[in-house]
């Protein structure tokens, strides 16, 4: 078995499982009824809109505030990165808390692969999963590309922006299936460091401080400033950072379960 063997095979059952696709279907009817209401708030106030010299156009009030509410300031909840902090759990918890559970884990080992290979594994097909999600969610604001005024270059950005936090979500949570003995442990605990990467800083910002380690820490800080259309090699770097650290830890204790046989 290669790499990609257990990347296809964890794939097959993300697509097999009912889990997936329910997941999938609420998550992205939830972002259409989202996108239905931003485009409405635009039309209502384009007037007003149109009246300012460098006002806000539809990129900015809707194709990028469909990624995320908090971190955008948009008046409706739930985007896609929100969305993520509990699809990604879900998704994940069973990569290799499942295997452990149900005593298949040295079936994998005995493949020869190395414990590096099986996390890899695991993570690229939950990233590729979660891949075809965003196209799919991004391809609902792009769809009136004819109609509208859309800044590539800004929605590149935001796009960028949003895969590197999902991806980061994936590494948390397929290293917390790694660590967990049950499925649902793995999920809970995926939640609670998504949501402290993403809210460890409010308290740094209810303060007024901008910036300091506490900030950098942040997801939402990197995140920001890729929605914004700016591409900073420092925030790339942190998420690649983020996702190495993740995988790396699961590693060493997939390594460690190999080892106890």
């Given at each position: 078995m290669t790499l990609f063997a257990v990347t296809r095979l964890e794939l097959r059952r993300l697509f097999v499982r009912p889990l997936g696709w329910t997941i999938g279907a609420l998550a992205l009817a939830e972002l259409g009824w989202r996108f239905a209401l931003l485009?409405?708030?635009?039309?209502?106030?384009?007037?007003?809109?149109?009246?300012?010299?460098?006002?806000?156009?539809?990129?900015?009030?809707?194709?990028?505030?469909?990624?995320?509410?908090?971190?955008?300031?948009?008046?409706?909840?739930?985007?896609?990165?929100?969305?993520?902090?509990?699809?990604?759990?879900?998704?994940?918890?069973?990569?290799?808390?499942?295997?452990?559970?149900?005593?298949?884990?040295?079936?994998?080992?005995?493949?020869g692969?190395?414990?590096?290979?099986?996390?890899?594994?695991?993570?690229?097909?939950v990233l590729i999963w979660l891949a075809l999600w965003l196209l799919l969610a991004i391809a609902v604001p792009v769809s009136l590309a004819h109609g509208v005024t859309l800044d590539w270059g800004k929605l590149a950005a935001a796009t960028l922006g949003t895969f590197?936090?999902?991806?980061?979500?994936?590494?948390?949570?397929?290293?917390?299936?790694a660590?967990?003995?049950?499925?649902?442990?793995?999920?809970?605990?995926?939640?609670?460091?998504?949501?402290?990467?993403?809210?460890?800083?409010?308290?740094?910002?209810?303060?007024?401080?901008?910036?300091?380690?506490?900030?950098?820490?942040?997801?939402?800080?990197?995140?920001?400033?890729?929605?914004?259309?700016?591409?900073?090699s420092a925030d790339i770097v942190w998420f690649l950072l983020a996702i190495a650290v993740a995988l790396a830890l699961g590693t060493q204790r997939l390594a460690a379960d190999r080892e106890r046989g």
């Open positions: 485009l409405q708030l635009f039309l209502l106030n384009q007037v007003k809109l149109a009246a300012l010299p460098d006002g806000p156009g539809y990129t900015d009030l809707v194709a990028v505030r469909l990624y995320s509410s908090l971190i955008t300031g948009s008046p409706l909840p739930f985007g896609v990165t929100e969305l993520a902090l509990l699809v990604v759990p879900l998704l994940t918890m069973s990569t290799l808390a499942s295997e452990r559970s149900t005593g298949t884990l040295p079936l994998l080992f005995s493949t692969l190395s414990a590096s290979r099986i996390l890899l594994g695991k993570y690229l097909a590197l936090a999902l991806a980061v979500l994936a590494a948390v949570g397929v290293a917390c299936s660590f967990a003995s049950h499925p649902a442990v793995a999920a809970v605990a995926a939640l609670m460091i998504g949501i402290a990467l993403n809210c460890i800083n409010l308290g740094a910002q209810l303060a007024g401080v901008s910036s300091g380690f506490i900030n950098w820490l942040a997801m939402s800080t990197h995140q920001e400033t890729l929605l914004r259309g700016l591409v900073s």
